[in-house]
């Protein structure tokens, strides 16, 4: 980096984290990242990945800063303590209480709902999985955490450990393809999954019939998750979603392959909050008042402090009262408890060959820094 980076600062003038520290050139020729003090820089990059996407050079700062992180975790100069909210939220999503596989006889094929939209929008979830099995009637459900909260902290051990244990059970077991409706999920089972296809039900969604009567009118604009950055054919699919139901779209400046962080990204927040903060005004200035569309529920949250946010399955599944502002959607404390009902819902109401949750001990091992 230090040496192939141009200065050109088409990365820097998007980025708040580097128009504050200098070109990926400045930083690698400035510090020195064998010093732990000199390590904690990379934990205020949000890892979106927009420096890799506009460099003219082909390089990957966003790479680099993950680098750095993984580094300082493996010699334990990583401070978890601050990180203790999003790594409970990790836990959970793992532990025996939450966890619920439910694997088809003879299917090859499950829906990886993820965390954040079970909890924000069970019923949005268990329709879209109602509507996902009238086209693969065997299909089955997986309530787990793909763990990318530790991933991108740099703990890539503890991150492969629990991924792979989940990615080995569901091969074992004859899965051969996971439907997901979080682009970090996503992100995750592309990289790491192995012999998993790994596909978002948006595509599936777009491939079919609109589930019901889904009509609106008028306009909105797009913001396209980060970790979906490079996939063309879900943000196609969601365009042709939200055409299809007689929306019109306008475009932002940052979109598709140059999108922006919505302010989540890295767990940013956690130690400079202003700079996550500033991805969420940008995006709110660029969007020019219009009513915001998009397909991550944790982007959705985050920039719903913002401006007008809707999710997609808002729009699909309940589409008059998210285009009147009245989409359930719920927040807080009471996601868990809509994650452990959509669980019980699936123990209830499904009969698959193989069920499982996860074991005990990988939820008290993710104790451990």
Not at 34 to 42: G, Y
Not at 318 to 331: D, I, R, S, W, Y
Request: proline share 6%; glycine share 10%.
């Amino acid at each position: 980096m230090g040496s192939a980076c141009t200065d050109c600062g088409a990365c820097q003038t998007r980025c708040a984290f580097l128009r504050h520290y200098g070109t990926p050139r400045t930083i690698a020729r400035t510090y020195d990242f064998s010093r732990p003090a000199h390590q904690q820089l990379a934990f205020e990059c949000s890892l979106c990945n927009l420096c890799n996407a506009v460099c003219p050079e082909g390089l990957a700062p966003g790479d680099l800063f993950l680098a750095i992180r993984r580094a300082a975790m493996t010699r334990a100069n990583g401070n978890l303590s601050r990180y203790r909210a999003i790594l409970t939220y990790e836990r959970w999503g793992i532990s025996p209480l939450f966890s619920y596989y439910a694997l088809p006889k003879g299917g090859d094929t499950v829906f990886f709902p993820g965390c954040a939209l079970p909890g924000s929008r069970p019923a949005a979830t268990w329709q879209l999985f109602d509507y996902l099995r009238q086209g693969i009637p065997d299909l089955g459900i997986v309530f787990d955490c793909c763990t990318k909260p530790s991933h991108d902290l740099g703990r890539q051990t503890h991150f492969e450990t629990l991924f792979g244990e989940m990615r080995d059970y569901l091969v074992g077991h004859g899965i051969r393809r996971v439907l997901v409706a979080c682009p970090s999920c996503h992100q995750m089972f592309s990289r790491y999954g192995g012999a998993l296809a790994v596909e978002t039900v948006y595509e599936v969604l777009d491939n079919g019939r609109l589930p019901g009567d889904v009509r609106g009118h008028g306009e909105l604009t797009i913001h396209d998750p980060c970790p979906l950055r490079g996939d063309r054919s879900s943000q196609d699919a969601v365009r042709s979603l939200v055409s299809r139901m007689g929306l019109a779209v306008v475009e932002m400046r940052h979109r598709r392959e140059r999108t922006l962080c919505c302010g989540e990204g890295g767990s940013v927040g956690f130690v400079r909050p202003q700079l996550a903060r500033e991805w969420a005004e940008l995006r709110q200035k660029e969007a020019g008042g219009r009513r915001l569309l998009t397909y991550c529920a944790g982007c959705a949250g985050i920039l719903g402090r913002q401006m007008p946010t809707l999710h997609l399955m808002d729009l699909i599944f309940f589409p008059q009262q998210a285009l009147n502002g009245g989409a359930p959607v719920t927040g807080g404390v009471r996601t868990y408890l809509n994650r452990l009902k959509l669980k019980g819902r699936a123990m209830q109401t499904m009969r698959p060959a193989v069920t499982r949750v996860r074991p005990l001990k990988q939820t008290l091992a993710a104790l451990k820094p």
